[in-house]
């Protein structure tokens, strides 16, 4: 199973995928790789972090399930074509253009959109990040753009209201597409 984890930025997505991998060891976290610099105190695997030259051999190679240059920041994402662990399944945390092509690519993919209970509490998770305040404005509005593109693509869409409260109703929702297959 695939696992599509969409949504704008300063949603919490991150946060609340990690309690999900938590919750579901069966669950394995794809490492994507970025052209974005490794921001102060984030973990240096949070991505495979690479120059855009790097990034653009790989993706001719075909080495991306999907990539994007993400609106918000003009820098390059892209899952790499990497083989999950035997019985694992996949989980993506990737904007909506990457779950539109995954969705393309494997249609059974479970795609879930992230979304923040108001755009208040969205910026203020993207300025507790340390996001300056063009780069908040810049992703409040794509991430409304997002959103309304990601209603239209998901099987289901969680409130990050509460992480624990999320994180739990993802995990309800796997479980669920599990016992389907
Ligand atoms: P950030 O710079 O905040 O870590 O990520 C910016 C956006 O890119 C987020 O919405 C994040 O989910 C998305 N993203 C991260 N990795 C990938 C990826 O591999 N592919 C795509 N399409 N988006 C990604």
Same mark, same amino acid.
């Given at each position: 199973?695939?696992l599509?984890? =969409?949504?704008?930025?300063? %949603?919490?997505? @991150?946060?609340?995928?990690?309690r999900? !991998?938590?919750?579901d060891?069966? !669950?394995?976290?794809s490492?994507?790789?970025?052209?974005?610099?490794?921001?102060?105190?984030?973990? &240096?695997?949070?991505?495979v972090?690479?120059?855009?030259?790097?990034?653009?051999?790989?993706?001719?190679?075909?080495g991306? !399930?999907?990539?994007?240059?993400?609106?918000?920041?003009?820098?390059?994402? @892209?899952t790499?074509?990497?083989?999950? &662990?035997?019985?694992?399944?996949?989980?993506?945390?990737?904007?909506?253009?990457?779950?539109?092509?995954?969705r =393309?690519?494997?249609?059974?993919?479970?795609?879930?959109?992230v979304?923040?209970?108001?755009?208040?509490?969205?910026?203020?998770?993207?300025?507790?990040?340390?996001d300056?305040?063009?780069?908040? =404005?810049?992703? %409040?509005a794509?991430?409304?753009?997002e959103?309304?593109? @990601?209603? @239209?693509?998901?099987?289901? %869409?969680v409130?990050?209201?509460?992480?624990?409260r999320?994180?739990?109703?993802?995990?309800?929702?796997?479980?669920?597409?599990? =016992?389907?297959?």
């Open positions: 199973m695939i599509v984890v =969409a949504g704008p930025g300063g %949603v919490g997505k @991150g946060t609340v995928v990690s999900l !991998l938590e919750l060891p069966q !669950l394995w976290l490492r994507s790789w970025t052209t974005r610099p490794r921001r102060p105190g984030e973990p &240096p695997d949070a991505y972090f690479v120059d855009r030259e790097s990034f653009l051999h790989h993706r001719d190679a075909d991306f !399930l999907e990539w994007t240059e993400f609106p918000g920041n003009g820098h390059l994402y @892209g790499p074509r990497v083989e999950p &662990p035997e019985g694992r399944d996949v989980v993506l945390e990737i904007e909506l253009d990457g779950a539109r092509q995954v =393309a690519a494997y249609p059974d993919a479970v795609v879930v959109l979304v923040a209970p108001s755009t208040e509490e969205q910026e203020s998770r993207l300025r507790a990040r340390g300056d305040e063009a780069s908040v =404005a810049r992703r %409040v794509v991430g409304r753009e959103e309304a593109a @990601g209603r @239209g693509l998901a099987d289901h %869409v409130v990050n209201d509460d992480v624990e999320a994180a739990r109703e993802l995990a309800g929702i796997v479980t669920e597409h599990r =016992a389907r297959r």
